[in-house]
């Protein structure tokens, strides 16, 4: 599956079919929570989100993947990613796009 933030892909004739989105909230453990906020009080990169976010933007990058798939696409262009805070301590990520279909 081609994936692209752009509208268009160079080179290519392509048929919209709709709307694809994925959504994944994940959250950690209360000990890893708690090692994350005392290292928040003397600064620094905070390795645990930081995975947290990368797990959880993977999986909804993959849920959106699996739909556009269901709608026989080629590729997924104009995707933005977009996060909330629905849950203290967790990430929660949305992904959306148009799929598209080479013509």
Avoid at 57 to 78: H, P, R
């Amino acid at each position: 599956m081609l994936m692209s933030s752009t509208n268009t892909i160079e080179g290519k004739k392509l048929e919209v079919l709709g709307l694809v989105r994925g959504a994944s909230i994940y959250s950690k453990n209360i000990a890893k929570d708690i090692g994350q906020s005392l290292k928040s009080v003397v600064g620094g990169e905070l390795k645990t989100y930081t995975e947290l976010l990368e797990v959880t933007a993977d999986t909804a990058t993959k849920k959106m993947e699996e739909k556009a798939n269901e709608m026989s696409a080629d590729a997924i262009i104009g995707i933005s990613y977009s996060t909330c805070n629905l849950v203290d301590g967790a990430a929660e990520i949305i992904v959306y796009g148009t799929a598209a279909r080479f013509v």
